[in-house]
T-cell receptor
């Protein structure tokens, strides 16, 4: 399969709690990106982390990257109802310019 | 930031007809564009890489004669679903990136429904 794996597939948490999503990939990468997609809509780019970086922050988002384990995590702190969406990691492989998406996590925030 | 548009946003057609979807980079030139397909509650699957002035590169399992790609200019790529059937109903998304960008910019998607 061209896809990486994400877990959990679905996550439901209470508003205000933190949400953590994990992504594993298969090949060497130049960078890894996280996207959000609201139901039936296009993709929104959240954050990019390069292969030589280990952690990156953007607002309530924190992304980690472990290239030795070929994995990344996305942490959303102090979740809000508006964070309800599907979240995808995507890798830009070293050997090609194309971006391959993970299987995604459906996040639901309960008010 | 860079903007990528798609047209149409939604199309309904009868089985057997062909449907053309356009992907445009509005404020930058893109030598490479990508076409993805997304079925409900699934992730984006890369279909093909569209190369300006040359043939597209298709992913394994994607029929090149079924999904015709033309990248005639640095700002426009088209995907034509030929002889569409109900199983082709899906959300089709394109992306493009200019040479200076690490990030691909995604179009808003085209929802195709084949009756």
């Amino acid at each position: 399969s061209q896809q990486g794996e994400e877990d959990p597939q679905a996550l439901s948490i209470q508003e205000g709690e933190n949400a953590t999503m994990n992504c594993s990939y298969k090949t060497s990468i130049n960078n890894l990106q996280w996207y959000r997609q609201n139901s039936g809509r296009g993709l929104v780019h959240l954050i990019l982390i390069r292969s030589n970086e280990r952690e990156k922050h953007s607002g309530r988002l924190r992304v980690t990257l472990d290239t030795s384990k070929k994995s990344s995590s996305l942490l959303i702190t102090a979740s809000r109802a508006a964070d309800t969406a599907s979240y995808f990691c995507a890798t830009d492989a070293s050997s090609a310019s194309k971006i391959i998406f993970g299987s995604g996590t459906r996040l639901s925030i309960r008010p | 930031g860079a903007v990528v548009s798609q047209h149409p946003s939604r199309v309904i057609c009868k089985s057997g007809t062909s449907v053309k979807i356009e992907c445009r980079s509005l404020d930058f030139q893109a030598t490479t564009m990508f076409w993805y397909r997304q079925f409900p509650k699934q992730s984006l699957m890369l279909m093909a890489t569209s190369n300006e002035g040359s043939k597209a590169t298709y992913e394994q399992g994607v029929e090149k004669d079924k999904f015709l790609i033309n990248h005639a200019s640095l700002t426009l790529s088209t995907l034509t679903v030929t002889s569409a059937h109900p199983e082709d109903s899906s959300f089709y998304i394109c992306s493009a990136g200019d040479r200076a960008q690490e990030t691909q910019y995604f179009g808003p998607g085209t929802r195709l429904l084949v009756l």
